[in-house]
Structures are given as structure tokens and as C-alpha cells.
């Protein structure tokens, strides 16, 4: 029986239509033209603070100043409601319930702020899934940082524990915190998938429960 902490965006739920329409939104704002899907997508990870600095360095403005901390202030605010595009990814749900019944205690450690997770969380149904939640903003650091993650396993009791991912900073967090590292290949990755750090890899998550227990049993 293990701890098993979850990444959300790009992991669990695909939400990259939401914050791009959204982030198009917060530039339309400022009167600044629209970016793609990909290039938005790209941007996912790291928090709303450097999703709007990368919205404006990719608009060729300033990306620090009032503009940045104005257009934060937009997107956190409308973050809560930007749901209806965003979808759980294939075989999630039977993974997690499968975990669960197999004794493990579930959390969830994400970048995205706390409302908009709660929001999204019970906008699809997931929040009974977790014991645990912890957002971009529940702590001073967010991840990289390893903190919210050893928040989230103190949390759940400690003990051993995994965590799981899509991005460069969820592996780097996962090191940092001296957890093990399972990346969901399906999300927003930018570099190849067998050059992060990583205890194993799957694409589907029906694969997910038997490569825990493999890991867990390595582990002793
Ligand atoms: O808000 C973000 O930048 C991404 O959130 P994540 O940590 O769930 O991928
Ligand atoms: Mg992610």
C-alpha cells in the first residue's frame, strides 16, 4: 500500500482547450492578438504567474510589470468557470477507483491554483478521489519546488509513495522530493519522454495500477 500523488493538467485531465481559450481571452483583453493552440499549450505547467509571462514574451511585450500582474489577476479570476472544454483523459476514473480498492491513499499536488482545482475537480466528478489536495497557490513555492508534495504525502500519512506526471516539472519535483516518477506520455511534454527522469512511462492508464505495483514491489 502506497501514497500515490497525481499532477492534474496534462495527467488527469485535459484542460489545455479551456486555458487556451481563456488565455486568448486575457490578451484580447489587453488588445493583443490571439495565440495558437500549440504555443498556449506549451506554456502549461509552471503556474498562472508564468503562463501570462510566457502569454507576453510570446507577444513581444514586457513580460514583468503591472500588464503581467493585471493579466494574472484576469485569468485567476475567470479560471474557475473555464471548464466546459476540458475532458478526463481515456480510463482515468477505473484506474483510480482501482488503486483505491487496492488499499492506496490518493492526492492530488498541482500547479494550477486551489478554486479553479476544486472547481474543475467537481465540475467532473473526480474530487472524492483524493484525500489530498494542494494548488499552485497553497503553499509560498509551488513545483518545481518539491514542498507541495511532501505536503501532500505528510498529508496522506507518509510512507512509500509515487508520484505521477506529464512534464518536465513534475519530474524534476518528484527528484527534488526523492519520490519516484511515473510520466503519463499523453500531456504536454515538451522534451522527448525517455529523457526525463522517470521510474517507468505508460500512455494508457489501464496500464497504471499493475505498473504501480511492479514499482512498489522493487521497492521491497
Ligand atoms: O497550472 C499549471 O501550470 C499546470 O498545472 P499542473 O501542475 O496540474 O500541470
Ligand atoms: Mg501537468
Same mark, same amino acid.
Given at each position: 500500500?502506497?501514497?500515490?500523488?497525481?499532477?492534474?493538467?496534462?495527467?488527469?485531465?485535459?484542460?489545455?482547450?479551456?486555458?487556451?481559450?481563456?488565455?486568448?481571452?486575457?490578451?484580447?483583453?489587453?488588445?493583443?492578438?490571439?495565440?495558437?493552440?500549440?504555443?498556449?499549450?506549451?506554456?502549461?505547467?509552471?503556474?498562472?504567474?508564468?503562463?501570462?509571462?510566457?502569454? %507576453? !514574451? +510570446?507577444? $513581444?511585450?514586457?513580460?514583468?510589470?503591472?500588464?503581467? =500582474?493585471?493579466?494574472?489577476?484576469?485569468? /485567476? *479570476? #475567470?479560471?474557475?468557470?473555464?471548464?466546459?472544454?476540458?475532458?478526463?483523459?481515456?480510463?482515468?476514473?477505473?484506474?483510480?477507483?482501482?488503486?483505491?480498492?487496492?488499499?492506496?491513499?490518493?492526492?492530488?499536488?498541482?500547479?494550477?491554483?486551489?478554486?479553479?482545482?476544486?472547481?474543475?475537480?467537481?465540475?467532473?466528478?473526480?474530487?472524492?478521489?483524493?484525500?489530498?489536495?494542494?494548488?499552485?497557490?497553497?503553499?509560498?513555492?509551488?513545483?518545481?519546488?518539491?514542498?507541495?508534495?511532501?505536503?501532500? %504525502? !505528510? +498529508?496522506? $500519512?507518509?510512507?512509500?509513495?509515487?508520484?505521477?506526471? =506529464?512534464?518536465?516539472?513534475?519530474?524534476? /519535483? *518528484? #527528484?527534488?522530493?526523492?519520490?519516484?516518477?511515473?510520466?503519463?506520455?499523453?500531456?504536454?511534454?515538451?522534451?522527448?519522454?525517455?529523457?526525463?527522469?522517470?521510474?517507468?512511462?505508460?500512455?494508457?492508464?489501464?496500464?497504471?495500477?499493475?505498473?504501480?505495483?511492479?514499482?512498489?514491489?522493487?521497492?521491497?
Amino acid at each position: 500500500m502506497a501514497a500515490i500523488l497525481f499532477d492534474l493538467d496534462g495527467t488527469l485531465i485535459d484542460s489545455a482547450p479551456d486555458i487556451h481559450a481563456e488565455a486568448n481571452r486575457t490578451l484580447a483583453a489587453e488588445r493583443l492578438p490571439p495565440l495558437t493552440f500549440a504555443q498556449v499549450r506549451g506554456f502549461i505547467g509552471k503556474g498562472v504567474p508564468n503562463l501570462i509571462a510566457r502569454l %507576453l !514574451e +510570446a507577444s $513581444g511585450q514586457p513580460f514583468e510589470g503591472p500588464q503581467h =500582474d493585471r493579466m494574472v489577476a484576469r485569468f /485567476t *479570476a #475567470a479560471y474557475e468557470t473555464a471548464v466546459d472544454l476540458t475532458v478526463i483523459y481515456p480510463q482515468v476514473v477505473p484506474a483510480l477507483t482501482a488503486l483505491r480498492a487496492g488499499g492506496h491513499r490518493l492526492g492530488l499536488v498541482t500547479n494550477k491554483p486551489i478554486r479553479p482545482t476544486h472547481a474543475v475537480l467537481a465540475h467532473l466528478g473526480l474530487d472524492s478521489l483524493f484525500e489530498t489536495v494542494w494548488g499552485g497557490d497553497s503553499l509560498a513555492v509551488r513545483k518545481p519546488d518539491p514542498a507541495p508534495l511532501l505536503a501532500g %504525502l !505528510e +498529508a496522506l $500519512g507518509g510512507g512509500p509513495a509515487i508520484y505521477v506526471g =506529464d512534464s518536465e516539472t513534475d519530474a524534476e /519535483t *518528484a #527528484a527534488r522530493a526523492g519520490l519516484p516518477f511515473l510520466l503519463y506520455t499523453e500531456g504536454y511534454r515538451k522534451t522527448p519522454a525517455e529523457d526525463l527522469p522517470q521510474a517507468g512511462r505508460f500512455d494508457d492508464f489501464r496500464d497504471l495500477p499493475g505498473l504501480v505495483a511492479g514499482l512498489l514491489a522493487t521497492q521491497g
